[in-house]
């Protein structure tokens, strides 16, 4: 079983970064392939950053450059670096683990998830 906590959320300017955090709880969470989801009102929830257990990275087109997924499994936690955000990067983010890379990436429907954090941009 594994918990996730999302933290780092906020309200900042367009151009502006943020960094957020998603602590976990479980003895093998470095053995997990982590995702940061967005889901805005309206609109289909979409993947923005996945990490394998050994650190190897995917971003969609429309964060690619901007935003940067890391983790430390030491402190179980896994980060998503945001930077030149924009108004369309208004969400809330979810962080979302599973065993299984595809079930991250491909059907992106993960075990386990957080219960989400606003990010708004303001023009």
């Known amino acids: 079983q594994v918990q996730l906590v999302e933290s780092g959320g906020g309200l900042v300017q367009a151009g502006g970064s943020l960094r957020l955090s998603c602590a976990a709880s479980?003895?093998?969470?470095?053995?997990?392939?982590v995702g940061w989801f967005r889901q805005a009102p309206g609109k289909q929830r979409e993947l923005v950053a996945a990490?394998?257990?050994?650190?190897?990275?995917r971003y969609p087109d429309s964060v690619k450059g901007r935003f940067t997924i890391s983790r430390d499994n030491a402190r179980n936690t896994v980060y998503l670096q945001m930077n030149i955000l924009k108004p369309e990067d208004t969400a809330v983010y979810y962080c979302?683990?599973?065993?299984?890379?595809?079930?991250?990436?491909?059907?992106?429907?993960?075990?386990?998830w957080g219960q989400g954090t606003q990010v708004t941009v303001s023009s």
């Open positions: 479980g003895r093998t969470f470095s053995s997990y392939a």
């Open positions: 990490i394998t257990s050994g650190s190897i990275t």
């Open positions: 979302a683990a599973d065993k299984q890379w595809l079930e991250v990436v491909v059907t992106t429907t993960p075990d386990y």
